[in-house]
Structure formats: structure tokens, C-alpha cells
């Protein structure tokens, strides 16, 4: 994934605000009322024995080659490989293999089912030339065929100019990928208006990808034998796995904590963390804070997709809350550097009632010896925290290395006292009084290790050069 230096969309801020200052330097948490958010649709329901389905598929991966086959530094957790799908590599191939059944109100339906064999999940990467704005797209698998995803053919084209619109020209900015919906398959179905001809509908699917990490909470002789491991090492309080729902203190803030999934260009999907921030407006906008190193161009934003309340149900269990809730329409990237490893989205849908838009600390007044704290989904489990101070200024960076700097520095080193942060963390808030103050670039802190860090890209330094135009403007 590669880095940018920055980027900005909406510069309208520059012909008028250039010389502005931000209103505010610290805010508060704030709960998403149920006000605030907007009836969700109902479910879709199945169009059950009128779909001709053509189905397509891939053979298992060859494991050794497709973790062989992640060769970059990327602190960020891959848990996804792209695979070609020849039989609908063109448009051609894929107004072929759609075979369109009449509706009873004179609508056309015909879907494609990819079955990707070995998958815990499956992202299809429709690459659009051409869709209808009434046309209506949805996602589901033959293993849930009740469980139905739906978008318009204008919210598509609404997503896919967002990447135009950033400047961005190439195949992946004209591709949607579909919302993974946790099974090793997936069906693309559309339904066209009456009237529309088929023609009219110009889309190809050349790739997908492949979900191979499987996401899915342990069974409970699973959990039992990591309870046992974590037993033995009692001596070590670093556990790698400390349960956010354990921890009464955090109770607010971690619901402004998101697990997220996107892919990027090359087909390739990954998982990190990211983190809602409340603004100065309190108009409730969802901005999220997360790493350049995960987002850092429109086309991977649009791509993105958010579980929310991802956590045990109770202290230390495998079953996740009931109240759990997932967003995929995406992001629009406001801006990203890898100056401070940090990017700032707006979500294109609104996260669920309930929420916290969390408040931040840009004073630069962070010392040495500061008490701070991390939530964050660590490998991509159920939401954990970690505890520390703040040991060092520092100066990062591509490829993790991070050496002590001075108080003008752009990131600060956390050694940990309890807990730790792994692959899956990347991009998770920084906390310090209950406000956020850096997100996670990376670090070496590992279980059995107290002499390692984690790194984070300071909050101030970003929010005064540019963050404040969104959040205290």
C-alpha cells in the first residue's frame, strides 16, 4: 500500500479560510443520539426462484504461495488476496453469463454467484463502465441468501465519482467492491427497471478477494486453550489480549472505536482500526480518524467497511455484544499524510445510534510520564485496551523505525503496563484523560516483551496544520 503525502478533497477552505484559526484546541466526548440518524431501510427481500444464477468457480489457493506472496512492510494486517476470475474479466464475457428473467412489474433480474474455495469471506470487484442510475445491486450468499446487502446503481455512481473527483483515473477508481458478508461466496444480483435494456448495464468482474484469515470468534475448547496459555505466563501482565468490556473506566469511549475492512488497488484487503472523533459544530458529522498506512487515497475509502459494538458481550467471553452493527457504503477522504501516519474520513453512512464521537486533546503540552491508554481491535478480534505512559518523542519513519527526537517531534513512543498492540491495531486512537491525542503507527511492544514501543502519530501536529478545518472550524 503506498503512501502519499498528503491529500485533500474539498479545497474550497483555501480561498477563504486560509488565514483562520481553529475555534477550539480541546472537546469532549459526545453520545449519536438515535435523533441524529436517519430511519434505516428495510431489508431487502429475496427475489426467491425468479434469479437465473450463473455460477463461477475458483479453486482452492495454494496456501504457502498466498502468504509467500504479501511481500511489503505494511504494518497493517492483510487479511484478504485478490484472484482473477476469468469468466467475467470483460464486459462481454460478464452481459453473457447474466441471464435475465422478466419480473412481474416488467423489471429484469440475473445475478452471478463466485465461489471461492477455502474462503472465510469474498469481496467481488465489480469494475463499472456503465450503470443505470434506477438499476438495484445486491450482495448476498448462498450460504445466507436471506442476509442481502443493497445498493442503488446512483449510490454506486456516487461512490465512484468521489474517486474521479479526487483526481483518481485508473481501474480502481471504477471499481465497487462488494461488502464482504462472511462466507467463502458471493452473489452479485441486479435488477433492472422496466424499460431498461439490458445493454445498458456495462460492468465486469476481474477479480475478487479472497478473505483467507478466518474472522470468526474461537469455539470454546479454542478459548479454553488460550485461557490456559495466558495462565502459564501469569508472571508477564503484558497479555496480549485484555477485554475491552472488562474495563469499566472505558465505557465511553470505547464505542467510538470501529474495526474496519477495505481493499485496495490491487485486490488485496486488509484490516486496521479507526475511531470517531466529535467537532466543534456538534452537528454530529462522522469523521474517523484512523492511519495513513491503512487509508490514503479515495479509491481504498470507498472500499471501507465498519463493525461497531465489536465486543464481548461480557468479561472475557467469546460471544460478541448482541447490539453489533455494520456500515458499508464507504468513506470520503478529507485528507492523509504519512507526516504523522494519520487520515481523516467522513463516513458516507452514519454509524448506529448509540456511538461515541469522541472528544481529542491538540494542546501541546503531552510530557514524558503522561498515563495514557489504547482501544483498539487487535488482530482483528473483539475490542481490547492496553495501559501505559508516554516514554519518548519520536521520529519514524517508513518501515517502523522509530528513534528518540526531541518535543517537536511527530510521534509519540508508549511503553505499555498492560496489554499491547498487534497487527489489527493499526490506526487505533491514543487516549490521555479520555481524549485522543495520536493514532497507531506501530511499534515492537510484543507480550513477552517490555522493552519494546508503540508509536503514534501526534493528534496536535495534524489538527493544527489541518484536521481543525473539519473538527474546530
Not at 187 to 206: C, Q
Not at 418 to 425: A, I
Given at each position: 500500500m503506498r503512501y502519499s503525502k498528503y491529500a485533500v478533497t474539498g479545497l474550497l477552505w483555501m480561498s477563504g479560510l486560509a488565514l483562520a484559526q481553529p475555534t477550539a484546541h480541546l472537546l469532549d466526548s459526545v453520545v449519536l443520539p438515535a435523533s441524529a440518524v436517519q430511519n434505516a431501510k428495510n431489508a431487502p427481500a429475496p427475489v426467491n426462484g425468479l434469479v437465473?444464477?450463473?455460477?463461477?468457480?475458483?479453486?482452492?489457493?495454494?496456501?504457502?504461495?498466498?502468504?509467500?506472496?504479501?511481500?511489503?512492510?505494511?504494518?497493517?494486517?492483510?487479511?484478504?488476496?485478490?484472484?482473477?476470475?476469468?469468466?467475467?474479466?470483460?464486459?462481454?464475457?460478464?452481459?453473457?453469463?447474466?441471464?435475465?428473467?422478466?419480473?412481474?412489474?416488467g423489471q429484469h433480474v440475473a445475478a452471478i454467484n463466485i465461489q471461492s474455495t477455502g474462503a472465510y469471506g469474498l469481496r467481488a470487484g465489480v469494475l463499472v463502465e456503465r450503470i443505470p442510475d434506477a438499476a438495484q445491486l445486491r450482495i448476498y450468499s448462498q450460504e445466507h441468501p436471506d442476509a442481502i446487502i443493497e445498493r442503488s446503481g446512483a449510490e454506486i455512481n456516487a461512490l465512484l465519482a468521489l474517486n474521479r473527483d479526487a483526481g483518481e483515473r485508473d481501474a480502481a477508481a471504477n471499481t465497487w467492491w462488494t461488502p464482504n458478508v462472511g462466507a467463502g461466496d458471493t452473489?452479485?444480483?441486479?435488477?433492472?427497471?422496466?424499460?431498461?435494456?439490458?445493454?445498458?448495464?456495462?460492468?465486469?468482474?476481474?477479480k475478487i478477494s479472497h478473505i483467507y484469515q478466518n474472522l470468526s470468534l474461537p469455539t470454546e475448547a479454542e478459548w479454553l486453550k488460550v485461557n490456559q496459555t495466558q495462565a502459564s505466563q501469569a508472571e508477564n501482565p503484558a497479555s496480549c489480549s485484555l477485554d475491552a468490556t472488562c474495563k469499566d473506566s472505558y465505557q465511553i469511549e470505547r464505542n467510538a472505536v470501529a474495526r474496519m475492512m477495505f481493499t485496495v488497488a490491487d485486490g488485496n484487503t486488509y484490516k486496521c482500526t479507526g475511531t470517531l472523533l466529535n467537532n466543534v459544530k456538534g452537528d454530529y458529522a462522522p469523521f474517523f480518524l484512523t492511519a495513513n498506512h491503512c487509508i490514503s487515497t479515495q479509491a481504498e475509502a470507498s472500499t471501507l467497511q465498519t463493525d461497531w459494538f465489536y465486543r464481548s458481550s461480557s468479561c472475557n467471553s467469546t460471544v460478541p455484544g448482541a447490539n453489533g452493527k455494520t456500515r458499508s457504503a464507504g468513506a470520503t477522504l478529507l485528507y492523509a499524510?504519512?507526516?504523522?501516519?494519520?487520515?481523516?474520513?467522513?463516513?458516507?453512512?452514519?454509524?448506529?445510534?448509540?456511538?461515541?464521537?469522541?472528544?481529542?486533546?491538540?494542546?501541546?503540552d503531552v510530557k514524558k510520564g503522561d498515563a495514557v491508554y489504547g482501544l483498539h481491535h487487535a488482530k482483528a478480534e473483539l475490542l481490547k485496551y492496553s495501559v501505559g505512559e508516554i516514554s519518548d518523542y519520536s521520529a519514524c519513519v517508513w518501515s517502523l523505525f522509530c528513534y528518540p527526537s526531541d518535543t517537536?517531534?511527530?510521534?509519540?513512543?508508549?511503553?505499555?503496563?498492560?496489554?499491547?498492540?498487534?497487527?489489527?491495531?493499526?490506526?487505533?486512537?491514543?487516549?490521555?484523560?479520555?481524549?485522543?491525542?495520536?493514532?497507531?503507527?506501530?511499534?515492537?511492544?510484543?507480550?513477552?516483551?517490555?522493552?519494546?514501543?508503540?508509536?503514534?502519530?501526534?493528534?496536535?501536529?495534524?489538527?493544527?496544520?489541518?484536521?481543525?478545518?473539519?473538527?474546530?472550524?
Open positions: 437465473h444464477t450463473h455460477l463461477v468457480v475458483l479453486p482452492a489457493l495454494e496456501w504457502e504461495k498466498t502468504l509467500s506472496s504479501d511481500t511489503t512492510t505494511n504494518p497493517a494486517m492483510r487479511i484478504g488476496i485478490a484472484r482473477t476470475v476469468d469468466a467475467t474479466s470483460s464486459v462481454a464475457q460478464t452481459q453473457a453469463a447474466l441471464r435475465w428473467n422478466a419480473l412481474p412489474h452473489t452479485v444480483e441486479v435488477m433492472l427497471p422496466a424499460g431498461t435494456p439490458a445493454d445498458a448495464l456495462r460492468i465486469s468482474i476481474p499524510t504519512d507526516t504523522t501516519d494519520s487520515s481523516l474520513l467522513r463516513l458516507n453512512e452514519m454509524p448506529p445510534a448509540g456511538v461515541t464521537l469522541a472528544g481529542w486533546d491538540a494542546r501541546s517537536n517531534s511527530d510521534y509519540y513512543s508508549v511503553q505499555w503496563s498492560e496489554g499491547t498492540t498487534e497487527k489489527g491495531s493499526s490506526g487505533s486512537a491514543l487516549f490521555r484523560n479520555d481524549r485522543v491525542i495520536g493514532a497507531l503507527y506501530g511499534g515492537n511492544s510484543t507480550c513477552n516483551s517490555r522493552r519494546g514501543a508503540s508509536h503514534y502519530g501526534r493528534f496536535d501536529k495534524v489538527f493544527n496544520s489541518h484536521l481543525w478545518r473539519w473538527l474546530a472550524s
